[in-house]
């Protein structure tokens, strides 16, 4: 079945070859066709208040993407402004190199500081050995010293203590 559609100027083409009398006297198609293409404009008019609701809601929703995205970026601006004031410039290059190879871990350095600037709990600024200290503790990285004597392999700090105390007894 094809359905097809009644536009303005298919109507009034219709409807000026319908209006000769030749045409519909004989078989009434005249009504019959006046009520199809009447339907079909109710119908056309639904179909654009539909699309102008579904418009709207786009429109809305767009907005509210666009409200949305400002106030992140806003909030990215105001973060990064935030660290430059919490850590000495050694200590915000270290970060931006952290969080190209382990941006989980500078993010988390981030926030610490955030929070305790929050709290108030901050002294002076970071400096990069307390990014260090803080990143090898969220590693779980602990401090490592060790010992090379000449002649020796190169052994832990606690090993050489213990060798040295066993030699001397």
């Known amino acids: 079945m ?14 000026k070859e ?15 066709v ?8 109710k119908e056309s008019d639904e179909l654009k208040r539909i699309r102008e609701r579904k418009m709207q809601a786009l429109i809305k929703e767009q907005e509210r993407r666009e409200a949305v995205e400002s106030l992140v970026a806003d909030r990215e601006k ?12 050694d200590a915000v290059s270290y970060l931006e190199e952290l969080k190209k190879t382990k941006p989980k871990i500078a993010n ?29 503790k ?3 990285v602990e401090p490592k010293i060790t010992v090379k004597r000449r002649g020796e392999d190169e052994v832990s700090f606690y090993e050489a203590v213990k060798k040295d105390l066993a030699d001397k007894h």
């Not at 319908?18 to 019959?32: I, N, R, V």
Request: glycine share 4%.
């Open 108 to 136: 988390r350095i981030e926030d610490l500081a955030i929070a305790l600037y929050l709290r108030q709990q901050l002294i002076n600024r970071i400096p990069k050995t307390g990014v260090i200290m803080v990143q090898r």
């Open 34 to 41: 006046t009520a199809w293409c009447s339907s079909m404009s």
């Open 78 to 89: 105001e973060r990064e402004q935030l660290i430059q004031q919490l850590f000495l410039p």
């Open 18 to 32: 319908l209006s000769k009398p030749e045409t519909y006297k004989s078989s009434g198609l005249m009504p019959t």
């Open 138 to 140: 969220l590693e779980g």
């Open 2 to 15: 094809t359905v097809h559609r009644c536009t303005r100027i298919d109507d009034y083409a219709l409807r």
